[in-house]
C-alpha cells in the first residue's frame, strides 16, 4: 500500500519497502507518550576500518568482524593484524569503554556496549557509536537498537543481493521512542546485572566442568590400575 509520491521519494518500489506492518510499527513509536526521535540524534557513528586480507598475519592483535560479535560482546578473532597495521588504525577504529558497537552488514542489528578497552580493529561491516546527547544511556539505547521496534525499520530498508547490507544515512534516520531517564536507568540496572551474572554463570560452568574433568581422570587412573593387577 503506498503512492506514487512516497515511491518517488524513497527511491523504492519493492512491495516489502511499503508493507503495511510497517506504517503500524512507526505508528506505535511516533504515539508514544514520551515522545520519539531519530537514532542520529543520540548518537555519533562511525564506520570500522578494511585493512585487506594482505593484513593477515598468525600472531598479533584481533581484527574483529560480523562472526566474532553478538549481543553478548566481542570474541577473539582467528584474523589477525600486525604491530604496525594496528598502530596505523587503532586511533580511529579500535573500540573504547562506552562506544556502541552495531552491524550493519551481515547480520544486520547486533548491538553491544564495549565494557572494557580492547586492543582490536573493527571491520567495516561495523557502525561506531557514540552517545551525544546526555538524554541518552547507552545501555538502554543499545538494548532499543536490539529491539524489535529497530529490527522491523532494518528489515524493511536492509538490501543487497547475496550479502544484507544497512546505509549508515537509514540508519540514522530510524525513529525511536525517548523514554523517560528514571526508566532508562531501571533498563540500564536490569541490563548491567544480567551481565554480572552472566558473567558469575561463565566461573560456575568453568568450575564445574573442572570437576567433571577431574572426576574422569581419576575414574580411568583407578580403572586402569585394576585393570592392571588383574592382568
Not at 540508519?171 to 526508566?183: A, L, V, Y
Given at each position: 500500500?503506498?503512492?506514487?509520491?512516497?515511491?518517488?521519494?524513497?527511491?523504492?518500489?519493492?512491495?516489502?519497502?511499503f508493507?503495511?506492518?510497517?506504517?503500524k510499527?512507526?505508528?506505535?513509536?511516533?504515539?508514544y507518550?514520551?515522545g520519539?526521535?531519530?537514532?542520529k540524534d543520540?548518537?555519533?557513528?562511525?564506520?570500522?576500518?578494511?585493512?585487506?586480507?594482505?593484513?593477515?598475519i598468525?600472531?598479533?592483535?584481533?581484527?574483529?568482524?560480523v562472526s566474532d560479535?553478538?549481543?553478548?560482546?566481542?570474541?577473539?578473532?582467528?584474523?589477525?593484524?600486525?604491530?604496525?597495521?594496528?598502530?596505523?588504525?587503532?586511533?580511529?577504529?579500535?573500540?573504547?569503554?562506552g562506544d556502541?558497537?552495531?552491524t550493519?552488514d551481515?547480520?544486520?542489528?547486533?548491538?553491544?556496549v564495549?565494557?572494557?578497552d580492547?586492543?582490536?580493529?573493527?571491520?567495516?561491516?561495523?557502525?561506531?557509536?557514540?552517545?551525544?546527547?546526555?538524554?541518552?544511556?547507552?545501555e538502554?539505547?543499545?538494548l532499543?537498537l536490539?529491539?524489535?521496534?529497530?529490527?522491523n525499520?532494518?528489515?524493511?530498508?536492509?538490501g543487497?543481493?547475496i550479502?544484507?547490507?544497512?546505509?549508515?544515512?537509514?540508519?540514522?534516520?530510524?525513529?525511536?521512542p525517548?523514554?523517560p531517564?528514571?526508566i532508562?536507568q531501571a533498563?540500564?540496572?536490569?541490563?548491567e546485572?544480567?551481565?554480572r551474572?552472566?558473567?558469575?554463570?561463565?566461573?560456575?560452568?568453568?568450575?564445574?566442568?573442572?570437576?567433571?574433568e577431574?572426576e574422569?581422570k581419576?575414574?580411568?587412573?583407578k580403572?586402569?590400575l585394576?585393570?592392571g593387577?588383574?592382568i
Amino acid at each position: 500500500t503506498t503512492s506514487k509520491k512516497k515511491i518517488d521519494n524513497a527511491r523504492r518500489f519493492d512491495s516489502e519497502y511499503f508493507h503495511p506492518k510497517y506504517d503500524k510499527i512507526i505508528k506505535k513509536i511516533e504515539n508514544y507518550y514520551g515522545g520519539w526521535g531519530y537514532v542520529k540524534d543520540a548518537v555519533e557513528w562511525s564506520k570500522g576500518a578494511e585493512v585487506g586480507s594482505k593484513a593477515y598475519i598468525n600472531n598479533g592483535f584481533d581484527f574483529i568482524r560480523v562472526s566474532d560479535f553478538s549481543i553478548y560482546g566481542v570474541s577473539d578473532s582467528n584474523k589477525k593484524i600486525g604491530t604496525t597495521v594496528y598502530n596505523d588504525h587503532k586511533r580511529r577504529f579500535a573500540p573504547i569503554v562506552g562506544d556502541i558497537l552495531f552491524t550493519k552488514d551481515g547480520t544486520i542489528g547486533l548491538s553491544y556496549v564495549i565494557k572494557e578497552d580492547m586492543k582490536c580493529i573493527i571491520s567495516g561491516a561495523f557502525l561506531r557509536l557514540k552517545i551525544k546527547n546526555p538524554q541518552f544511556l547507552s545501555e538502554c539505547l543499545c538494548l532499543l537498537l536490539n529491539s524489535t521496534l529497530i529490527k522491523n525499520q532494518i528489515d524493511k530498508t536492509a538490501g543487497g543481493a547475496i550479502i544484507s547490507h544497512l546505509r549508515p544515512s537509514d540508519f540514522e534516520n530510524f525513529k525511536m521512542p525517548i523514554f523517560p531517564k528514571s526508566i532508562q536507568q531501571a533498563i540500564a540496572s536490569k541490563v548491567e546485572e544480567s551481565y554480572r551474572l552472566r558473567a558469575k554463570s561463565k566461573v560456575l560452568l568453568g568450575q564445574a566442568n573442572k570437576i567433571v574433568e577431574d572426576e574422569m581422570k581419576k575414574g580411568a587412573e583407578k580403572y586402569e590400575l585394576i585393570a592392571g593387577g588383574n592382568i
